[in-house]
Structure formats: C-alpha cells, structure tokens
C-alpha cells in the first residue's frame, strides 16, 4: 500500500466563474515509505497546489487524497491529524516567524498539537540541531537573524512537528550558493537520519538531481513524467522545452548529441560528464 | 572620466543597539567603472556587494573616502537629483519597487518627478517599455504579472529616466528559469544596443559570465577584479569564498588535468561543446 | 469576503467614459449622488436609473461585473429596507398580523431607498472601474491644487491613496499566504471562543506587519532612486486637459443634473397612495 496517494485529483480555481482556472487537472501519484521526491516544474504549473492538496491545506474540486490508504478528507479531525502528519514548509518561510523568541517559534506546531511542555522542549532542540542552530541562538529574535538563519529556524518549525512526510516548496529560492548547499545538506542529512518520506518542490533539476529518488514532473496542472532521476533526464531537451532548467553540464550533453556525438542522455554532474567525455576522447584515440 | 568611481570607501551601518558598533558593510573599497561597461559584482549575501549600490547613487553615504558619480560627489546634497538620475538602480524584490496600478503609468513616475514634458515622457515610456519587451502589457495592473515581467517593468521605470548608468541588485534572485532569463536579455539589451554601463550584482556565476569583467567581494572588500576568463580561471580562490564556478569550467579542468588539450579559457556552454567538437574531429 | 470588495478596483477597457477626463467623472459622480439624495418621486429615481444603465452601456463594462459591486452591501441594503417596512405606516395597509403591519409607504419608502443606495454603489463603482486609481489621484491632485495656497498638501495624501491601491492586491496574496503556512503548522483560524480567535490571529498579523515595514522600506528606497522628492514639480504623463469629448461630456452632465432637478420640481414629492395605485 502506498503511503501518500492521490486519485484523479483535480483543482479548478474559481470554479462556476468565468474566470476559472484548471490547476491541477486528474493528478494520480504515488509516494512510498522513505521516498526522496522531487517535484519539478515552472511557475504556474500547478506543483504549488498538488502539495497545499497533500496535507488538506486545499480542498479538491475532484478526486481524493489518501494517507495509509485513508482518505484524508474523511473527517475534521482526519485533517488535522494530516496537517501535523504530512509537514509543509512554504516558499520563503522565513516571512511567516513570528514568535518573540527563535525558541517560541519552532514550538508553535507542537503546542498547537497538545503536546506537554517536555515533550515540546525535546522536539525543539531537535529539530534545531537538524537544521545547525545552536542552543544559545534560542533566546535571540529570529527577526534578528541573517537571511540563511531565518529559513533554516522556519524549516525547524515544520520538522518540530516530527511530520512522516516532510514537503518544501522551493526551500533554496533567494539563496546564494553556499545558502543553497547548506539546506539540501540539511534535508539530506535530516532524511538520512529519520528515513521519513521527503518531497522537495523545485523549478531546477540542479536542486534535486544529486539526491532525488523519484521524480515527477508538473506541466500546464498535468504529470508530465515520472520516474526516477536518470528516467527524467533522458528526455532533458524535453525538460527545456517546458520551461525547466536543467545543469549547465547537461545543457553541453544535449549540445554534444545533437553535433551527432554517441554520448549518454542522463548526464547530470559534473562527475558522470567527466567519465562519459573521457570515454569518448579515449574511444577516438582507440579507432584512429 | 569614470562614471562611478569609489574612493577608498567604508561604510557600516548603525546598529538598533545603543552602544553596539557594527562591523563595516564595505571596507577600504576602491573600485572605478567607465563607461559602457558591463561589470557584475560577485559575492555571497552578506559579503556587502549589496550596499554598494546603494552607495553608489547616493543613497546610502561613505563614512570614509568618497563616491563620484560621473564627477560628483554624492555626499553633495545639491547634486542628488542629478547623481540619481545619472546612475538608476533596481532592486531585487520586484514587487517592491512598482509604485502605481497600471504598468505603464508606473514608468512614467520616474521622469514625472523629473519635470519632464508629457509627450516626452509618453516617448520615454513606450520606449523603455519596448526595449524590455513589454509594451503590450502597458495597460495592465501590476499584481497581475509573473515576478520575471514585474521585474522588467521596474527596469523599464529606471530606463525612462535615461540613466547613463543601471545598477541591478541581485534582480533574478527571486525569478524561475524563464523570469531569470526574460530579465537577462533584457539587461544585456541595455548595455550591447543602448550603450548604457551596466553594473550587475548576482552570486548567479552563470549570469556572470555575461559580463565584460567581474569584481568578486568577500567580507566587505574586492577581492578579485578581471574579466570572466580571468577570475574563473582561479576556481579555487572563488571556492574558498563560498561560491561555485560554472560546471563548464569544472569539467575542463578534469580533463585537462588529464592532458585532454582543452583550451584555459573557456566559460560558456557553447564554446566548451565547440572545442570539445575541434579536438574530437582533430584526432 | 475581502475579495468581493469591487469598490476602488478599475476594469480597463476601451471607452469613451474611460477616456474623459477624471475631474469630469468626479465632479459627475458627485453631483449625481447629491441628485439621487435630492430624488423625491419615482419618476425622477427612474431617470437617474435610465442615467446609470446608459453610463454602464458606454462604458463597456459587463453589467455581471457591474452587479458584483452590490454584492457587500446587500445586507446594508436588506437592513435599511427592514427598518423602513418597519417604521414606516404611511399609506394602504397591507398586512397587519399580530405586531407586524405592513404598508404601501413602508414598502415603497423600502423600494426607494434601496434603489438610492444601490444607485449610489453602483456610480462610484463606476467611477473607479472607468478610472485607473493613477489617474483619479491626478484628479484630485489638480482639484485640490488651490488648496496648497492655504498649506493644505493634497499631493501627499493622493500619493499615499495611489500606494494604498497598488499594494491591496499585494497584501491580499501575502494575507492568504501566512494563513496557510501558520494552518500548516496546526493554527486555528475558524474555531474557538471570540479571545481565542483573536489570539490566532496574532501569527497572522506580526508576520504581515513586519513584512509591510521592510516592503515600506524598499518601497521608500526606490522611490528615492525614482527622483522622487514630493511631488515638487512634479509633471504627468496623461496630462489632464479638456478635449472636445470632455466639453460634450461636461454638456451632458449638466443636462442631466438640471433634466433631475426640473423633474424633482414638476413631478412633486411621491405620494404612497397614488404611486402604489398606479403600480397596480
């Protein structure tokens, strides 16, 4: 049985209008236990809507939702078990603290579950070693915080839940380089450590290509593919067509087959680039 | 004569703490950008890139050495509306920026505080609106456009001013691909067809590469100062900063260092793929 | 609910009411609403109404969109039609069951006010909807533009009307936004006693007013590089100038000012007897 299933999911924005919008048009996907899932596609594609459907934050105009096999719309108190089940950490979360204390803030989902003040205190400690914020970084305002810092206290906010599915929306959006790494090592380290299920929403292949173990990909509120990392980036040119971006060093692969060279289609570090060029100059060398 | 020219500039902001004092933002920073150039400025958050180019128009002043602003210091108040028109900047949260309802009321706001005759201004406008390619979004409300077309809206409102000089503050940061890459031709535009010196900060390496020279920062000093080809070549040094170097570059170096004789200075995708291509068809 | 509020929103569209000159659409609107207030017979009302529809006509704009501005105030409407059925005992009698007695005063007196108010709606919704927020400030700016003799500074207020528009829209979005995320967190914006309401509301607010202070921030920041310095000077774009069309326009609102006034004269105050009888 699958974990985290939808079945024709549909979404109509203004729905009865004359102004309505089809956001999400008969999704079907299926996340596993411990998946590492990416979902990818350019702005207005609809990947924002499928995962505000996946923790009840969004109502669907059709289709159902299922978590462990049980409609998650089946009752009120089913959906607030989902809320705090299946965590989401919106884009930019770091506009969304407010608490007076770092502290405070990364406590507000688990009060707000019931939880006792010891237990709460626990989670909130984790979850902020998961995400390198130091115990005396506790006390500070996170409105005092560098930009890095807020979003790395925000995404504690969410995994202080201690949700079974952890969903970012563009966690690395604004960040410079180094930014960036630090959170991908985080989430990295975080689903290491846990073995919960994690779904990173993102428009760039680059995020995800490293980790990724499924992959779907969203275009005009449709599944325009899935599978896994290698599966996807066989139809790279595709990806560019739909508006995604793909790494430079697959860009120079889908340059170099289209010169009519026999190189491979998943190309996507630095290192199998590296590999299949050798093999290619080494190939040359061999039939001269 | 420069068009910015930075003097030995400090600058540190106040802090909200009374007695506390703040490490400076830009430190013993000199820097001077001609004409027609096409500089971007590379650096980490934080690494002070960003005050720059409020110090550069004015807005913000050097606690130490001096800003020239094609000749004037912005430290004289008389010279301000000069000084800002002389050198526009736009900012990275697009929404942020756009000050009126209707795009291209909004780009007319520039040269309206400027004085200027309304016919002139209806050319300025349309014009702006045409060099970044949205023209036929003049009549639209703001709120309804994608972040990449806010953002060119906002370029087009500091175009109408007709700036010699355009400073743009990380102004992809907050787009997707095809945002970024609407905003990129757009700025490219501006300097290759309307002569404007353009200075771009970004910690986006490819975008970068775009540029005629970069100057890197790190901890609130110039840390490197040559064209693309020259300071990429140095990947290491730009690796101990915090930031990445293009994947192109990466993937040559491993091959030369295999003795695969790929040129030293190659940057774009194309031009890797093209001597990939000359050497293979060599052999 | 906020997003129903059509009031202040403008519907570009090519027409020749969006075309005339703003101070015209104010200077009209205003003097219509006194002259709906000044409507003492249904005869007149019904040339106001006949005003309206035909505005609506040129103006191109869907009446469905029209109508959209009546909805928040339906209630207002509903009430004030209650309390005049309700007080109101001029007339025919038409029911009287137990403490409840309707008449044809109160029902017509009802009628008519909820024709005014929904006159008056609807007119001002037409003024914003035909007039691009921008472009009604430069209005105001020039009619009150006497008033800084006087040190009374209209621009500042003008200004601050234009950016309050821009950024509604913007705030709407952020507003939803945080609601979500802090509802993804467990937060309860729905259940709950009045103080526990108002509680939830405080991860709502300190986020948005902290975003709001940075936003008015920037925002400060690029208007400054914008050469902006308070209006000194300050010239525009869509200067306001009558044309031929505003004068026709000007024509026009005066016929129908003095067509409600003569009618208001001639027809004589409406009498709940004879209206009701020829209704019938």
Not at chain 2, 54 to 71: I, T
């Amino acid at each position: 049985m699958s974990h985290l299933q939808t079945e024709n999911l549909t979404y109509i924005y203004g729905a009865g209008t004359p102004f309505k919008i089809t956001a999400l048009d008969n999704i079907n996907i299926n996340i596993e236990k411990g998946d590492f899932v990416a979902i990818i596609g350019h702005t207005g594609s609809g990947k924002s809507t499928l995962v505000q459907h996946l923790n009840g934050l969004l109502k669907p105009t059709d289709g159902k939702i299922f978590l462990d096999g049980e409609n998650i719309h089946q009752s009120k108190s089913k959906l607030f078990d989902t809320r705090y089940r299946v965590g989401l950490c919106f884009q930019y979360p770091e506009y969304q603290l407010f608490e007076s204390t770092v502290y405070k803030d990364i406590a507000f989902g688990p009060t707000n579950m019931g939880l006792s003040v010891t237990e709460i205190d626990e989670r909130v400690r984790k979850a902020a070693k998961y995400v390198g914020i130091p115990d005396e970084m506790l006390s500070k305002s996170p409105f005092d915080l560098s930009g890095g810092e807020k979003r790395r206290v925000a995404i504690a906010g969410v995994i202080s839940m201690e949700p079974e599915i952890l969903i970012l929306d563009e966690p690395t959006s604004g960040l410079d380089p180094m930014g960036r790494e630090q959170i991908l090592d985080l989430i990295k380290n975080y689903r290491e450590t846990t073995g919960n299920t994690v779904i990173i929403v993102s428009h760039s292949m680059d995020d995800v290509a490293r980790f990724a173990t499924k992959v779907i990909v969203m275009n005009d509120a449709k599944v325009d593919l899935t599978g896994t990392v290698d599966d996807i980036f066989e139809n790279s040119t595709h990806l560019q067509d739909i508006g995604l971006s793909v790494p430079q060093i697959t860009e120079v692969f889908i340059k170099l087959r289209e010169k009519g060279y026999p190189v491979s289609e998943k190309v996507y570090t630095v290192e199998q680039g590296y590999n299949e060029l050798k093999r290619l100059f080494e190939g040359s060398v061999n039939n001269d | 004569m420069a068009i910015i020219k930075f003097e030995n500039v400090t600058f540190r902001y106040e802090s909200d703490e009374e007695g506390v004092v703040l490490a400076p933002a830009v430190k013993d920073f000199s820097l001077s950008i001609e004409k027609g150039e096409f500089v971007a400025i590379l650096g980490h958050n934080g690494s002070g890139k960003s005050t720059l180019a409020k110090l550069a128009n004015g807005l913000l002043l050097p606690e130490k050495g001096r800003v020239l602003v094609d000749g004037m210091d912005t430290i004289n108040e008389e010279d301000d509306i000069k000084i800002k028109q002389t050198v526009g900047v736009v900012f990275q949260n697009p929404d942020n920026q756009i000050v009126a309802t209707i795009v291209e009321e909004d780009v007319a706001f520039g040269p309206e505080n400027l004085g200027i005759e309304p016919t002139e201004i209806r050319r300025r406008v349309d014009n702006a609106l045409k060099t970044v390619g949205m023209y036929e979004y003049r009549k639209h409300g703001p709120h309804k456009l994608s972040g990449g077309q806010k953002q060119r809206v906002a370029i087009a409102g500091i175009i109408a001013m007709e700036p010699r000089c355009i400073i743009l503050d990380e102004p992809t940061a907050m787009l997707d691909p095809i945002g970024r890459r609407d905003v990129m031709n757009a700025i490219k535009r501006l300097n290759r067809e309307l002569g404007i010196t353009v200075v771009f900060i970004t910690h986006y390496m490819e975008e970068a590469v775009e540029a005629d020279r970069i100057v890197v920062m790190d901890d609130s000093r110039l840390v490197m100062d040559g064209t693309p080809k020259e300071v990429f070549a140095d990947a290491d040094k730009i690796r101990s900063i915090g930031l990445d170097v293009p994947q192109t570059c990466q993937l040559a170096d491993m091959l030369r260092n295999d003795g695969i004789k790929l040129k030293n200075d190659l940057l774009s995708i194309d031009e890797l793929v093209e001597n990939i291509d000359d050497l293979l068809k060599g052999q | 609910m906020i997003k129903d509020i059509t009031l202040g929103q403008y519907f570009p569209m090519n027409s020749v009411v969006h075309k005339l000159d703003p101070r015209l659409k104010l200077l009209f609107v205003t003097s219509f609403i006194v002259m709906v207030f000044l409507s003492n017979n249904f005869i007149s009302l019904a040339f106001c109404f006949l005003v309206t529809a035909l505005v609506i006509a040129i103006s191109k704009i869907p009446l469905k969109t029209v109508l959209k501005g009546l909805k928040p105030i339906i209630l207002i409407v509903v009430i004030t039609s209650i309390l005049q059925i309700a007080y109101n005992d001029g007339g025919i009698t038409l029911v009287d069951v137990w403490k409840i007695k309707i008449t044809s005063g109160g029902v017509l007196t009802a009628v008519f006010m909820a024709l005014r108010i929904s006159l008056l709606i609807v007119m001002s919704t037409m003024l914003t909807y035909t007039t691009s927020p921008t472009s009604l400030t430069n209005g105001l700016d020039r009619i009150f533009a006497p008033f800084k003799k006087i040190g009374l500074d209209f621009h500042t207020i003008t200004m601050i009307m234009t950016i309050a528009l821009r950024f509604i829209p913007t705030l709407i979005e952020e507003v939803d936004k945080i609601m979500s995320a802090q509802k993804s967190r467990g937060a309860n914006f729905e259940q709950g006693s009045i103080i526990k309401r108002a509680k939830a509301l405080i991860p709502l607010f300190i986020p948005l007013l902290f975003n709001s202070i940075r936003r008015a921030y920037e925002l400060a920041n690029a208007m400054t590089c914008r050469c902006y310095n308070g209006g000194q000077g300050k010239t525009t774009m869509n200067a306001l100038k009558f044309s031929k069309r505003d004068y026709l326009g000007l024509l026009a609102v005066i016929l129908v000012i003095i067509s409600i006034i003569l009618l208001n004269i001639y027809c004589g105050e409406y009498n709940a007897e004879f209206t009701f009888g020829l209704a019938i």
